[in-house]
């Protein structure tokens, strides 16, 4: 076990349910590893579905669902349909070159 993975099981990650938004890639892509290898089931949510099955099946203990995120009622089905979690971890996101406070409503939803 890596000092990462043996410093997350601190947190009692071993045996319980984890769903990470945005796991397939980047920082999402670490936790789910460091939560996987701490001995949590991890489902990785995202909407790419090559490199999210590439990473389930590089990861311990985890599995990919499809899903589009500016699609509440998709989110929701897919998020009903993992069952019982424990945790959830949202690391996706967009990037913009506008401004905060230039930001519109509409920016915000795509976020």
Known sequence: MSAEAEAMSVVHLKGSRVAIIGGSAGVGLEISRLVGDAGATV???GRDEARGAAAASDLSGCDFHSINLRNAE?????????????????????????HIKDGSPPDWRRT
């Open 74 to 98: 998709e989110v929701g089905c897919v998020i009903g349909s993992l069952g019982e979690l424990d945790h959830l971890v949202i690391t996706a996101g967009t990037i913009t070159s506008a």
């Open 43 to 45: 489902s990785i949510l």
